[in-house]
């Protein structure tokens, strides 16, 4: 159990690929952008939606790249293997783990839960965008997913 605590700490000082690709120094790790998307998750949450499993769904979903990589669309994998990858690596990280089912649950789940959490991903990429001078790039694809108008609002530069 130890080893897979201090494997996710590692997340910490895995850079995003999306921002060295597009040439910025120091650009936040993976587990900085998993706290700004618990972060988006807490203050933003709509009152129908089970907060607690928002902000689980948050906290994991990109716990396997500390195994993968932080693939993007850029890296040539299609995003069916991507899925592949990041489900067997995440399987594989929480065997050990006695509320392993309760994770992989969260981890599988097709409700308005995980539809949130994946808004809040798109979302904090455009706000980072934002912070590091306007990726135009980023911010449209995530205009191209965002629904929520007010969400839009936030994610326009």
């Known amino acids: 159990m130890k080893e897979l605590l201090l494997e996710a ?3 910490k000082s895995l850079p995003r690929t999306g921002w ?6 120091n650009p936040e790790s993976v587990a900085a952008h998993s706290w700004g998307v618990a972060w988006l998750c807490m203050v933003l949450c709509p009152k129908e939606l089970n907060k607690l499993k928002v902000l689980e769904m948050a906290l994991i979903h990109d716990l396997a790249e500390v195994r993968i990589g932080d693939i993007t669309p850029y890296d040539g994998i299609e995003v069916a293997e991507k899925h592949k990858m990041e489900s067997a690596a995440f399987v594989e990280m929480t065997e050990q783990l006695g509320n392993r089912q309760h994770l992989r649950d969260l981890w599988n789940e097709q409700s308005a839960e995980a539809d949130f959490v994946k808004q809040m991903d798109k979302l904090d990429m455009a706000l980072q965008a934002q912070e590091y001078g306007g990726l135009e790039e980023f911010i449209d694809s995530a205009l191209k997913v965002l629904i929520n108008p007010e969400h839009r609002q936030l994610a326009k530069s």
């Open 9 to 11: 700490l590692k997340l």
């Open 20 to 25: 060295l690709r597009a040439g910025i120094e």
